[in-house]
T-cell receptor, first 115, second 114 residues
């Protein structure tokens, strides 16, 4: 168990550029979540996958955001035409969903700064 | 809907002081409750959890009891250390739903002075 990993850890980009983040969950975890955390706030849910199926997307996830989890393993989160308001920490979490019990384990996050 | 209200910080304590961070929740189903901790420059780490009413979660000297009657899950520690300085997040997961998302409070910054 090596934990949830995220790459890159930091990303600086110019407004209008596209960025892509990667998350590698704990092996055998069937659920994978993306959250966004802005300064001074708690994480806010963006989307989640069970295996390769994307089961829910938050209203926070505009059309410029897309997430994939091919083959139910790693996941990518892409932001197109970035805006300064996209600057935040993007957190990935994974879990093994069992009836009545689930604990999400978080990665270190990718900090995005849009100039 | 589901939501978490957390005591506002920052909280500043001297080493060995008693800590309480209040957390109350609103839930439509049968939630599990969590405390996560975020140390400077690091990701969120699960501190403790409770899955049903009257359960007590505990870890590293921290405790929280799931109180359904008061819809609360207050975090306590009898004697804090400088190394406990971090941001603490209360979170709710709705076990009764097919959705697995967590709802987080805004976080409480704790600083412990020697």
């Amino acid at each position: 168990d090596t934990g949830v990993s995220q790459n890159p850890r930091h990303k600086i980009t110019k407004r209008g550029q596209n960025v892509t983040f990667r998350c590698d969950p704990i092996s055998e975890h069937n659920r994978l979540y993306w959250y966004r955390q802005t300064l001074g706030q708690g994480p806010e849910f963006l989307t989640y996958f069970q295996n390769e199926a994307q089961l829910e997307k938050s209203r926070l996830l505009s059309d410029r955001f897309s997430a994939e989890r091919p083959k139910g393993s790693f996941s990518t989160l892409e932001i197109q035409r970035t805006e300064q308001g996209d600057s935040a920490m993007y957190l990935c979490a994974s879990s093994l969903a069992l009836a009545g019990s689930e604990t999400q384990y978080f990665g270190p996050g990718t900090r995005l700064l849009v100039l | 809907g589901n939501s978490v209200t957390q005591m506002e910080g920052p909280v500043t304590l001297s080493e060995e002081a008693f800590l309480t961070i209040n957390c109350t929740y609103t839930a439509t189903g049968y939630p599990s409750l969590f405390w996560y901790v975020q140390y400077p420059g690091e990701g969120l780490q699960l501190l403790l959890k409770a899955t049903k009413a009257d359960d007590k979660g505990s870890n590293k000297g921290f405790e929280a009891t799931y109180r359904k009657e008061t819809t609360s899950f207050h975090l306590e520690k009898g004697s804090v250390q400088v190394s406990d300085s971090a941001v603490y997040f209360c979170a709710l997961g709705d076990r009764g739903s097919t959705l697995g998302r967590l709802y987080f409070g805004r976080g409480t910054q704790l600083t412990v002075w020697p």
